[in-house]
């Protein structure tokens, strides 16, 4: 997410780009797209379908197909988002590292940055998320706490980390029921297992962690592990044809683990051999099969956009058709687009009595002007956080 996809990473012996990576931008945007439907269904969407976790669903219930597509499809937005999170971070620690910044200086901004961005759930997204009822920690919190343990762990070798983080991802449900097993408070939850527990402090009346610290940190260091590689000049497309290997090799696996229908699925398990029982996987905790099937699609999807930035470098062209243009934008502005898109759809929901009272078609239209109505505004801070680097726009 968020920022620093450009490098040199002179330390490597590896040929890498020197111009900010407009694929890993464009992905960004993508996602970024994504989550605005899923949100607006959440607004809009009456009949919206949510039963990503063994706890919330019923086995044998029936799946709503258009429904749940229009959920399913936003799966895709935060692996991606919190993968490419670690790709950023590890690019522009390269950077500023070549500029002279200390090694203290390095992790104090990122602990710093990342209690920021812990912060905004809790106090900026929740009170729209929640209606003003309770407290969601969500993608950001998760994302922040993240960085503030990478602020510690980024003292051993990526692929160290790398090696990590795959084991995790393997052993995750093992972990999360021998934790279950143990201990079923709300900070098992936030440490692995998530959960929905009753609070009572004024109007707020639940707290909700939908995304705990441990499997997200796993996907951080997936992609903190890989930003050398994917930071590599890719003219010859290697790095394009490798990530196509590897979105194939994951969702193979992923293959074999929703047809063995067992370990592997957090315990939502397939009812049949639908075709959307084979995609109703556990996203809350984050399952083995929900990993392996999101980041092997978010695979598939940057080896085309490296292919198409490829075509662009060899043509010598710096510039880009509007339509990736746009994603770029939006994708380099990513945190700054969250953190209003929401505010902005309650008070038109609101302000125009359609809260919850739409179906599909009302949520692609209200994302649409979502989108378009902060376009100028995002664009704006874009050229404004290029010009000032070091300023407050850093942190967003």
């Known amino acids: ?31 970024m797209l ?7 269904s959440d607004m809009l969407n009456a009949g919206r379908f949510v039963t990503d976790a063994s706890w919330l669903w019923k086995p044998g219930s029936p ?15 935060a692996p991606t988002f919190v993968f490419l999170a670690g790709v950023g971070i590890a690019l522009s620690t390269h950077k500023r590292r070549a500029r002279g910044e200390s090694e203290a200086a390095l992790s104090r901004s990122l602990a710093l940055r990342g209690l920021f961005i812990a912060l905004l759930d809790p106090l900026w997204m929740s009170p729209v998320m929640m209606e003003g009822q309770g407290v969601l920690l969500q993608v950001l919190f998760a994302i922040g706490l993240s960085m503030m343990v990478l602020a510690l762990l980024r003292h051993i070798p990526a692929p160290w980390l790398l090696a990590a983080a795959i084991v995790f991802c393997i052993a995750s449900e093992w972990c999360v029921n021998a934790l279950r097993a143990l201990d079923q408070s709300e900070w098992s939850a936030m440490l ?8 009572d402090l004024g109007p707020l009346k639940s707290f909700v962690i939908g995304y705990p610290l441990l499997p997200w940190l796993a996907i951080m260091l997936l992609g903190y592990g890989s930003a050398t590689w994917l930071a590599r000049d890719d003219r010859d497309g290697v790095v394009g044809r ?11 696996v992923f293959a074999v683990l929703r047809a ?8 939502l398990l397939r009812d049949s051999g639908d075709f959307v029982q084979w995609l109703h996987v556990s996203k809350y905790p984050p399952s083995l099969t929900y990993v392996t099937l999101e980041l092997g ?4 999807m940057l080896s085309l956009l490296y292919a198409i930035d490829r075509r662009y470098q060899l043509q010598g062209s710096a510039r880009y058709p509007w339509p990736l243009a746009a994603l770029t934008t939006l994708g380099q502005a990513a945190l700054f687009f969250y953190v209003l898109h929401l505010h902005l759809m309650a008070a038109l ?4 009595g359609v809260h919850r009272k739409g179906e599909i078609l009302a949520t692609l239209l209200g994302a649409a002007l979502c989108v378009l109505i902060l376009s100028v505004p995002v664009a704006r801070y874009q050229r404004y956080k290029a010009a000032h680097p070091n300023s407050w726009a850093r942190f967003l």
Request: proline residues 5%; contains cysteine; charged residues 10%.
């Open 63 to 77: 799946i709503p197909v258009a429904q749940f597509l229009v959920r399913w499809a936003t799966h895709l937005c």
């Open 260 to 267: 063995l229908n067992g370990y592997g699925n957090m315990g």
């Open 242 to 252: 490798g990530l196509l290997f590897v979105g194939l090799a994951v969702l193979a």
């Open 192 to 199: 692995l297992t998530s959960g929905m527990f009753p609070m």
């Open 297 to 300: 699609c978010m695979a598939l």
């Open 34 to 40: 994504l989550m605005t439907i899923d949100h607006a």
């Open 349 to 352: 929901t609101f302000a125009f």
């Open 1 to 31: 997410m968020i920022t620093g996809v450009e490098t040199p990473i002179k330390e490597q012996p590896v040929a890498v780009r020197t111009q900010r990576l407009a694929a890993l931008d464009q992905m960004r945007g993508i996602v």
